[in-house]
């Protein structure tokens, strides 16, 4: 006689149901994030970020010289 199990107590059976259905609210909480969550920190800067901003990190890596970066900043602030 088996005291306490019942087919669906503690034992393997009931350890497996628990960790299947773990296994599957992890899936759906990390589509949910993944998918309808917040956005990252980076894309929240990329997205603040001005066309002044982008113009001073190209001059920053050297992409544009100084005469450029003069000439792209008026026509940024008169247009």
């Not at 299947?20 to 917040?38: K, N, P, Q, Y």
């Amino acid at each position: 006689m088996m005291w306490g199990y019942d087919g669906f107590g503690v034992g393997g059976m009931g350890i497996g149901m628990i960790l299947f259905w773990g296994l599957i609210i992890a899936v759906i909480v990390m589509l949910v994030r993944g998918f309808g969550g917040r956005p990252a920190e980076s894309e929240i800067k990329m997205l603040a970020r001005t066309p002044l901003d982008i113009l001073g990190e190209r001059y920053a890596r050297g992409e544009i010289d100084k005469r450029e970066f003069d000439e792209k900043r008026r026509d940024l602030s008169t247009g």
